[in-house]
């Protein structure tokens, strides 16, 4: 009932282990709090946040106009509201070094697990847009610094984003990847690799886990979790698919709303009442509103 009963602290314990773990995790992305119940009930092991969910869900697209205090509101609501590690996208860190610092502090009191920054300019945009820029090597190392310096509980995984291959190819990618790691990246999020080849290449030119971006319509092929782990991929996260589907459920339904004046045909596809109440804890509720209604001070 109410929030998560796990501590952060514990969170970001169970996030940690299950990076070292040899096993790859699979972390959906959550479009809301409520999307986030729903993967902890189906048994995931954590919970992405998107900075290009965040971004869409207020009608804006991905090239960096979401603020800081939007992101870390939204990944505080969700993290909250699940016994699971979140993961967030914390995009360029939101500025140079200072700026990096404050949101790696603003993310961590929001309660996440872990959170990426990644070495685009700033303003950046999708990772699997063409036309994207990357900053520098020291600028980027830079950011790393200042996230791992900024953080005040050790057990929050900074994990660092490089763009690089789409500009300069695998051995760039690679170099910048060590270079991140030596300025105190926990894991790398390898963004748009071409193939399962150039996954395994940077897996095994780093001693930290690396993260693969299974997003549709992107630049990487939808491989599967069992493909990813063979090549030494540590973490999948699906970021922007639950939103997809549901979007696409809701415009099917207006399409249906506006053509047959009624949604019967869509109400199979639907969640149900109950299962929305069992998702929500609606019995709990009710039992803890009884318990303090009922209440009575002996005198």
Do not use: W
């Not at 969170?11 to 282990?17: D, G, I, L, P, Q």
């Not at 207006?254 to 009442?273: C, F, I, K, N, Y």
């Amino acid at each position: 009932m109410l929030y998560s009963t796990v501590s952060p602290a514990d969170k970001r314990a169970t996030f940690r282990a299950g990076l070292a773990d040899e096993r790859t995790l699979v972390f959906p992305g959550a479009f809301t709090p409520l999307t986030a119940r729903l993967i902890e009930q189906k048994g995931f092991d954590g919970v992405y946040v998107s900075g290009a969910v965040m971004a869409n869900e207020l009608g804006l697209p991905d090239i960096g106009l979401t603020t800081l205090t939007e992101v870390a509101t939204r990944a505080g609501q969700i993290a909250s509201m699940t016994d699971l590690p979140v993961l967030v996208d914390a995009d360029t860190g939101f500025g140079e070094p200072m700026n990096v610092a404050r949101t790696v502090q603003a993310l961590e009191a929001a309660g996440v697990a872990g959170l990426h920054i990644e070495d685009q300019v700033n303003p950046k945009r999708c990772g699997h847009l063409d036309g994207k820029q990357v900053v520098d090597a020291a600028t980027a190392t830079g950011r790393i610094r200042a996230a791992v310096d900024a953080r005040r509980d050790p057990s929050l995984v900074i994990m660092a984003r490089t763009d690089v291959r789409a500009l300069d190819g695998l051995e760039a990618a690679v170099d910048r990847a060590r270079a991140l790691v030596d300025a105190g990246a926990d894991a790398i999020f390898a963004e748009a690799m071409a193939d399962l080849g150039e996954f395994e290449a940077i897996c095994s030119a780093l001693d930290v886990p690396v993260l693969a971006n299974m997003t549709e319509f992107g630049k990487s092929e939808l491989f599967t979790h069992q493909q990813l782990h063979d090549v030494g991929v540590s973490m999948v996260i699906h970021p922007v698919s639950l939103m997809r589907a549901a979007m696409g459920a809701a415009s099917r339904a207006l399409d249906a709303l506006a053509t047959d004046g009624t949604l019967e045909s869509q109400v199979p596809s639907m969640q149900t009442r109950a299962e929305l109440y069992e998702l929500i804890d609606y019995p709990g509720y009710a039992r803890f509103d009884a318990g303090v209604y009922d209440f009575t001070l002996d005198a």
